[in-house]
């Protein structure tokens, strides 16, 4: 049996540009994102099988076809042709529907498994554009680190940084649906902080630790937290309890409050009156 780490992503900047209005990406947002990886992660691990089959323990977690894995195994076998089916155990620890794009990642690593399990010889160029077929943050995974992407209109880019960041994760109770959070959007209000973008890219570069706390923010605030005042809540409390910044991932509901310290992180976590991960940056070298 072939296993693998599937990381999950934080995203520390994030701008909603437009909604493409026609072409073959008729309906996708153009983003501009800044993604860093974590230490939290899922273990998927890949056995051949005489049929597709899901097996995990998370009640939440589909085990049909429309688990993004399963479509994952199923897209490499229609390419190479492959006859024989798989069984796949993933140990989720991510968060469902929590905007840290778990899904995502446990996509890209089951790829990266079937390549092994077939011995596919796939590049990562050819396994980015697959993933890109199951969905647009999938190439990320690829690249993994800190890197700034725009999804649907395809740039990728990596942000080299020796900025390492104590991450405290808070979990609310609730989830917020990727396609309600899209359909939330108010195009008059977005993408007003892009040179918040640009100032966090240059930090990440420079290693100005301040002018990255000072750059965090995400265009989907500006509508979930009204929907959902719990959030915003979280937000003022990982500020009071002393973050040095704090903003919600993704598309929510993971709210992430970035720390000075280990010790002020385990302090802060401790602190809060809700389920918390403390994690980690996790940098490319450790891949």
Known sequence: MLSE????RVTLALDIIRRIPDGPLAGFH?????????????QISIEESPALEIICEHP???????????????????????KSGARLHIEKRIPIMGGLAG???NAAATLNLCNRLWDLSMSDSRMMELGRRLGMDVPYYFMGGTAFDTEATGILEPIHTDISLWIILALPDFGVSTRKA?????????????WKTTDMRSALQSGNINILFDSTHNDFEIFI?????ELKRIKQLFLMAGCKAAVMSGSGSTMLGIAETQDDAKRIARSLPYQTILTSSHTKTEL
């Open 60 to 82: 939440r977690m589909p085990r049909d076809q429309t688990n993004i894995c399963w479509k994952a195994v199923d897209l490499v076998r229609k390419e190479f042709g492959i």
């Open 182 to 194: 899209y359909e939330s959007i108010d195009y008059a209000r977005i993408g007003k902080a892009r």
């Open 225 to 229: 937290l009204d929907q959902y005042p």
């Open 5 to 8: 780490n599937s990381y999950a």
């Open 103 to 105: 899904g995502s990642s």
């Open 30 to 42: 153009e983003l501009n994102s800044i993604k860093h990886q974590v230490r939290l992660c899922d």
